[in-house]
């Protein structure tokens, strides 16, 4: 039981419960990205539902504990953003260095799964918007099939048309927050009878949830219903509602040491010779990135294992959101030196800020034109899932920094909760309203640009 579940001491408390009969039937997996949360969660759903007399082995072959292994049962329900693309591209380089080995099949197969599992009929019932993914959806169910029943040569052909198709069907489907639809049809699917044993509601990331969304969570909450366990995973617990939160058993995954994760990536991902570039087998974490300290603590060796299959890492990411940063600052104090207004000085201290961490990808740009050039060159358009999130996200982690550097003043306060401000907007544009990231990013830039100039807002 739990045995894919690696180095984590609280699967012990867990499986404990379990088999004293007193898993509660609503759970909480806290704890940093990449420390086990999501495997678990799908591990204790399969084991809920096996039908074998003593549950729990991961070779067991009862019907039920085979549809959970292939992610296919009608019983598990799967909702919550993540990193799809990354995961899958890790584990198709797993499959490509071991094509023969079914296990590394089977690790590729679930992981794409685990993507088209947020498309469930459950969820998107009569939403317009699945129209626009239903035959990427239908094609990679058919590429799965193939895939797996097809020998070598031709199953790495159809592993690189299944990688993409999942880079499109995340890019065009899947927004970032948990929108209140699928939490109410999840509550109306949660009171049917299970196909099987029992049933299992994972909510990835649950802190990403619509306010309403959240609302309706709460219901289930308050009256869940029998033979359903529901399972939240989240990084940061402090930011569910409290009401929530008194309402679910906490199982605090914790951060593993260095030597542990890379252990995990050699086993899981059969990467046997990676070796984390610079690091010290115990514990600390590489310390040559010019991205803040509190980042690399906060994404660890897993987590960062992954992102490498991305084609723009977070540390190339933070420097583009500097180039970026330096460039619209620069321009705006260019722009008031032209009218005859002297820039306050958190402007042209920003853009200092700013200039060394953009050595990358050179010296600010001398036009907007230039800036959205280079962006849009070193990011393909945006075209990435989830990369226009990761770049805002970056350039918050750049305006933190700049924040608690140096001398603290109200001039230099105002100037970050604008930028803050103009950032929250422009993903929410991108999440909500669906706007291409490249038309966000140049109104993004004119709007920062105008407003430090003094000009107000396009």
């Given at each position: 039981m739990f045995d894919n579940i690696l180095h984590q001491e609280i699967i012990k408390q867990l499986a404990a419960d379990l088999d004293g009969g007193r898993l509660a039937p609503a759970l909480l997996f806290s704890g940093p990205a990449a420390s086990g949360k999501g495997s678990a969660a799908l591990e204790l759903a399969r084991v809920l539902s096996c039908e074998a007399e003593t549950p729990g082995a991961w070779n067991c072959a009862c019907p039920g504990c085979v549809r959970h292994r292939n992610l296919v049962s009608g019983d598990l329900l799967l909702l919550g953003q993540r990193?799809?693309?990354?995961?899958?591209?890790?584990?198709a380089a797993a499959f490509r260095r071991e094509p023969d080995t079914s296990a590394v099949k089977r690790l590729f197969i679930r992981s794409v799964r685990k993507l088209l599992g947020r498309f469930s009929p459950v969820l998107w019932e009569d939403d317009p918007k699945l129209g626009k993914v239903s035959g990427l959806v239908s094609d990679l169910e058919e590429d799965l099939e193939a895939f797996e029943t097809r020998a070598e040569t031709d199953a790495l052909k159809t592993l690189e048309t299944l990688v993409k198709n999942s880079m499109k069907l995340?890019?065009?489907?899947?927004?970032?927050?948990?929108?209140?639809?699928?939490?109410?049809?999840?509550?109306?699917?949660?009171?049917?009878?299970?196909?099987?044993?029992?049933?299992?509601?994972?909510?990835?990331?649950?802190?990403?949830?619509?306010?309403?969304?959240?609302?309706?969570?709460?219901?289930?909450?308050?009256e869940p219903p029998a033979?359903?366990?529901?399972?939240?995973?989240?990084?940061?617990?402090?930011?569910?509602?409290?009401?929530?939160r008194s309402r679910?058993?906490?199982?605090?995954?914790?951060?593993?040491?260095?030597?542990?994760?890379?252990?995990?990536?050699?086993?899981?991902?059969?990467?046997?010779?990676?070796?984390?570039?610079?690091?010290?087998?115990?514990?600390g974490l590489p310390p040559e990135s010019p991205v803040p300290e509190g980042y690399?603590?906060?994404?660890?060796?897993?987590?960062?294992?992954?992102?490498?299959?991305?084609?723009?890492?977070?540390?190339?990411?933070?420097?583009?959101?500097?180039?970026?940063?330096?460039?619209?600052?620069?321009?705006?104090?260019?722009?008031?030196?032209?009218?005859?207004?002297?820039?306050?000085?958190?402007?042209?201290?920003?853009?200092?800020?700013?200039?060394?961490?953009?050595?990358?990808?050179?010296?600010?740009?001398?036009?907007?034109?230039?800036?959205?050039?280079?962006?849009?060159?070193?990011?393909?358009?945006?075209?990435?899932?989830?990369?226009?999130?990761?770049?805002?996200?970056?350039?918050?982690?750049l305006l933190s920094a700049f924040l608690r550097g140096g001398e603290s003043c109200g001039e230099k306060t105002e100037l970050v909760c604008i930028w803050k401000r103009e950032l929250t907007d422009a993903f929410g544009a991108s999440d909500t309203y669906n706007i291409k990231e490249t038309m966000v990013m140049e109104q993004l830039a004119l709007r920062l640009k105008n407003t430090c100039a003094g000009r107000g807002a396009p």
């Open positions: 990193s799809f693309f990354a995961e899958i591209s890790a584990c995340e890019s065009g489907g899947m927004g970032e927050f948990i929108p209140i639809a699928w939490i109410r049809r999840a509550a109306y699917w949660s009171r049917l009878a299970p196909a099987g044993k029992h049933k299992c509601i994972v909510i990835e990331n649950a802190d990403r949830m619509q306010e309403g969304a959240k609302n309706s969570l709460l219901k289930i909450l308050e033979r359903v366990t529901l399972v939240l995973t989240c990084s940061r617990p402090g930011t569910l509602l409290p009401t929530i679910l058993r906490n199982y605090r995954f914790a951060r593993r040491s260095a030597k542990e994760e890379i252990d995990v990536i050699r086993r899981i991902f059969r990467d046997r010779d990676y070796a984390a570039p610079g690091l010290s087998p115990e514990p690399r603590r906060d994404t660890g060796i897993i987590a960062a294992y992954l992102e490498s299959f991305l084609p723009v890492d977070n540390a190339s990411l933070y420097s583009l959101g500097a180039y970026f940063t330096a460039s619209i600052a620069a321009a705006a104090v260019r722009e008031r030196g032209a009218a005859g207004t002297t820039p306050p000085d958190a402007l042209a201290d920003l853009e200092k800020f700013a200039v060394p961490l953009a050595e990358k990808f050179g010296r600010p740009a001398p036009d907007i034109r230039t800036i959205l050039f280079t962006l849009n060159k070193h990011t393909d358009n945006f075209e990435v899932p989830g990369l226009f999130a990761r770049f805002c996200k970056n350039i918050l982690l």
